[in-house]
């Protein structure tokens, strides 16, 4: 499956952005989804994950209760509503699709990944 994450930008701290993730045509509900990040000069993170039925998600603690994960199994597609954002929330923002059969938090667990959209965060 190929991913395009999109939606990426500045906005100043306090503000709100919406990233989407589409995934080209098949069997969407195969994957896992997730939102990793990477913050200039760390390790790539995992910030969110949801499962396949969209029932079921995770979020590191640093981004619950402002982040919102997503999936429109229609559309092919994910999102993530950021509220309420930090400067340290500024980093490239990855979406990605595993076969796992449970959320990993292993940037080897996931098959495939978007191109990456930066996300920048004003004090």
């Known amino acids: 499956v190929q991913l395009q994450a999109s939606g990426g930008g500045l906005v100043q701290a306090g503000g709100s952005l919406r990233l989407s993730c589409l995934a080209s045509a098949g069997t969407f509900t195969k994957y896992i989804m997730a939102w990793f990040r990477q913050a200039p000069g760390k390790e790539r993170e995992l910030a969110t994950a949801i499962n396949r039925s969209g029932s079921s998600a995770y979020y590191a603690d640093s981004v619950k209760g402002r982040f919102t994960i997503s999936r429109d199994i229609a559309k092919n597609a994910m999102y993530l509503q950021m509220n309420s954002l930090k400067p340290e929330d500024t980093a490239v923002y990855y979406c990605?699709?595993?076969?796992?059969?449970?959320?990993?938090?292993?940037?080897?667990?996931?098959?495939?990944w978007g191109q990456g959209t930066q996300v920048t965060v004003s004090s």
């Open positions: 990605a699709a595993s076969t796992f059969y449970i959320v990993t938090m292993s940037e080897g667990g996931y098959d495939y």
